[in-house]
Structure formats: C-alpha cells, structure tokens
C-alpha cells in the first residue's frame, strides 16, 4: 500500500493547515482517481486563502467644462391662434333650391369662382316679364311723344288762324263804324276769331295731356328698366361664387335644400398669407412703447416674430406684425397683436395653436451650460460643479431661458468653475471622478 499526504497552513481561513490523506490499497482503483481528488484539495485550499481579499472599482469618468460666456438674445413667447387673412362668410342673394354643387370640399377656390347653383327658371320667368313690360312702356313712350307732336302741329294751324281773325276783325272794326262794311261781316269775323282762340286753347291742353303722358311713359320706363336689372342680377345671383380666393370648408346644404339670404352655405378662407393673433399683457404693451431696462428700445412691434408649432417644430417662415388691437380686455389685462405669416402649400390652417417668438432684449456676459448639466430637484436646480481632489459638490443655481441645448443660468455659477456637463445621472456627492474635457459651443436664437 501507498500513501500520499498533503499539508497547506492557511491563515486566511483561520485554521492550523489542512491535510488529506489519498491511498491505493490492493482493492485495484484505478491511480487517475487519486489525482483528481488531489486537484481539488488544491483549489478549495487556494480559494479559501483568497475569499476575504476586497477589489477596488476604478474612479468613473465625467466630461467637465467651464460655462460659455456671450451676449444671449432674451425672447418671450405667447400662445397664438392661427385665423384667415380673409374669412368669406358664402351666403345666397336670392330663395330658390340647390340644384348643384360645383366646387370640391377642401379644396383651393378662386375669386368668382362658382361653387353652388341655385334653380333659375323662376328669375327667368321673373326677367322675361319684366323685359315685357319694358317693351310695353316704351311703346307707350312712343305713342305719347307722337301725341305730344301732333298737339303741337294743331296749336300752331290754331294759332296761325286765331292772328288772321285778330286781323280781320281789327280791320273791319273801324270800317263797320264808317259804313263802309256791312256789321254781319265784322261779326262773322268776330266768331271766327273766337273758334280760333278755342282751337289754340284745345292745342294748348293737348300738348300738357300729351306731355303728361309722356312723363308717366318715362318714369314707367326707368321702372321697367329697374326691373329688369334686378331679374338680370336676381338670374346672376343663381350662380353662388367665391368672393376671394382662398380655401372652402365643408357645403353645410345639400341638394336640394331651399336656401335664401339668411342660409350659410360654406365659408371661404384666404390663408396665404395667413393671420396670427396673441395676447400681450398691459405691462409688456407698456415696455414695447416705451424703452427697455437697459434703455434701448426694445423695438418689440418692429420684430419679424417666429411661430411654434403644435408638433413644437419652429414654421419656416418669419412673420409681421400688422397691428394691435384698439383697446386692453378688461377681463384679461391683455390687448391682442396681429401678425401675419406667409403660408405656401397651405400647411398651416385657421383653427390652429402655436406660440409666437419675439425677441424683447439682449442679455449681456450670460452664462451658458448644457442642459444635460442641469438636474432639476424639487421645483430647484442644481449643477455638478468639482472641487479639490477632482470631488464633485452639488450647487444649487437659478436657471434662466434655454438657448437652443444650453441653458442659462443666471445665479450660482462663476466662469471658472468646472462643470460636470456629462454623466451626471449615476454621480454621488463626494466621490473621485476622472474629469475629461469637453468642448462646449452656444450660438444664440
């Protein structure tokens, strides 16, 4: 019989040594048995040696950076409502029933355009018989111009015989006197100047009657002419066009529905360019009128504004203020301002939310940190900020506006200070980090 015996002191593991004793007797096992079992006395005493011994983790690393000092262009915004430039209310001249639409929903519409019909054989009956009519009084101008002239071709026969018996009686008179012509001549004479005055007063009253009727035939006239006007605009106005070009809503009739003057049809927007109205409040009405804090103007009306989207995207297009309101609401303390922004394709609609942004001052020296720097606490915000021994301390400071993915702070940090800016999520107060620099850039709005 053989005998292997193994001996390890380990003081590690608080005991004297170990020992394991393997034999091979005369039983015939094979000797690979012997030799694992000796393997794994080895590694449990060389486990157990090393089972209390502590590992380091490595310091982690931070990016740090000083804050970036410039001037910073200060905006405020205002929530705004989008509208139309123009906002066409489409309603009917004239009674009758829908008989077509002629437009597509939704859709771009011009000026003139038409976008119902309304049934006009009413309005052309209603023409044709004031056209009748027209002809008519004409015709009776026509008759009593004719009566007029003839009546002034009598009074002159009747004149022209009435100065002929004045003459023959003036003659005779003084003749009848001296004998010398027979009475019954002068009185024939006399009775013939009398039928010819009676002649000339005939004339007279035929020419009034006659100018008379002419009168009543014009004024039947223009009111005939009158008439057919409103018939030619009463058939015009079947047609129900657009009164600017623009964007038609949704047809509130449908065919077939009687419509008149108080019936909403649909509606017509001009939305290019298109309107945008935002309440200022009084006091910042007042510094736009007056002069900034640092006695520039802060020319607030004289901006081309910015407009944010719903989707928080910022509209492509600048806008322009068109004017203010006249007067503050009461109820608000605010007076609207009005801008207008150019609208191609007809993205934008009447009916939309947004923010306008307008620039109101500079801010001098302002210093500027990644938002990711900045850990918002309780309604507070605070920055990494490393001392001695490359230990971060947690500060609390003021934040100001955000400048595209820097933010401004206005209190408690100094541009020597040394920022954490990047892996601040998993940081604790205290403990050694590895700063790496980072480079930092801010461009203003």
């Not at 409502?81 to 437009?103: F, H, K, M, T």
């Not at 657009?242 to 939305?271: C, K, R, Y």
Request: charged share 20%; net charge neutral.
């Amino acid at each position: 019989m053989s005998t292997f015996r193994i001996t390890r002191h380990s003081p590690e593991c608080g005991v004297e040594g170990a020992a394991i004793a393997l034999s091979q007797g005369h039983n015939g096992k094979p000797v690979f048995l012997e030799c694992f079992l000796l393997v794994v006395a080895i590694l449990a005493l060389t486990g157990c040696s090393h089972s209390n011994a502590q590992f380091k983790m490595p310091d982690p690393e931070v990016l740090v950076a000083s804050p970036v000092q410039q001037d910073i262009a200060v905006h405020s915004e205002w929530v705004a409502l989008l509208d139309g430039y123009v906002n066409a209310e489409i309603r009917p001249q004239v009674s009758g029933y829908i008989i077509s639409q002629d437009y597509k929903e939704g859709a771009a519409v011009r000026r003139g355009q038409v976008l119902f019909e309304i049934d006009p054989r009413p309005f052309q009956a209603a023409l044709d018989h004031a056209k009748g009519a027209l002809a008519a009084s004409r015709g009776d101008l026509v008759r009593a111009k004719g009566e007029l002239s003839r009546a002034k071709g009598g009074l002159g026969q009747a004149e022209a015989q009435l100065g002929k018996a004045t003459i023959d009686v003036d003659r005779d008179t003084p003749l009848v006197a001296q004998n010398a012509v027979a009475k019954e001549k002068l009185d024939t004479e006399i009775q013939a100047k009398r039928g010819a005055q009676a002649a000339v007063e005939s004339a007279q009253a035929a020419i009034e009657s006659a100018e008379a009727a002419i009168v009543s035939a014009q004024a039947a006239v223009e009111a005939n002419k009158a008439a057919v006007e409103r018939a030619e605009l009463d058939i015009g106005w079947t047609k129900v066009t657009s009164l600017v070009d623009g964007i038609a809503g949704i047809a509130e009739v449908q065919m077939g529905n009687l419509v008149g003057p108080t019936s909403h049809l649909t509606s017509v927007s001009q939305v290019d360019p298109i309107k945008v109205y935002f309440p200022v409040s009084e006091q910042e009405y007042l510094r736009a009128k007056h002069v900034s804090s640092s006695g520039q103007p802060m020319q607030l009306f004289d901006s081309s504004p910015e407009l944010i989207l719903a989707d928080g995207t910022v509209y492509l297009h600048k806008g322009k203020i068109l004017l203010t309101d006249r007067q503050v609401d009461t109820n608000t303390g605010t007076i609207r301002v009005v801008a207008a922004f150019q609208n191609p394709g007809n993205i934008l609609r009447p009916g939309q939310y947004g923010r306008v942004r307008i620039q109101t001052s500079i801010k001098k020296d302002a210093l500027l940190v990644p938002q990711s720097a900045v850990k918002e606490l309780q309604g507070g915000y605070q920055v990494a900020v490393l001392s001695a021994g490359n230990k971060p301390t947690f500060c609390p400071v003021k934040a100001a506006e955000k400048v595209g993915t820097m933010w401004v702070i206005d209190e408690g940090l100094k541009l020597t200070d040394k920022v954490v800016v990047e892996g601040l999520a998993n940081l604790k107060e205290g403990t050694s980090v590895v700063p790496k620099p980072a480079n930092l850039q801010a461009k203003g709005r």
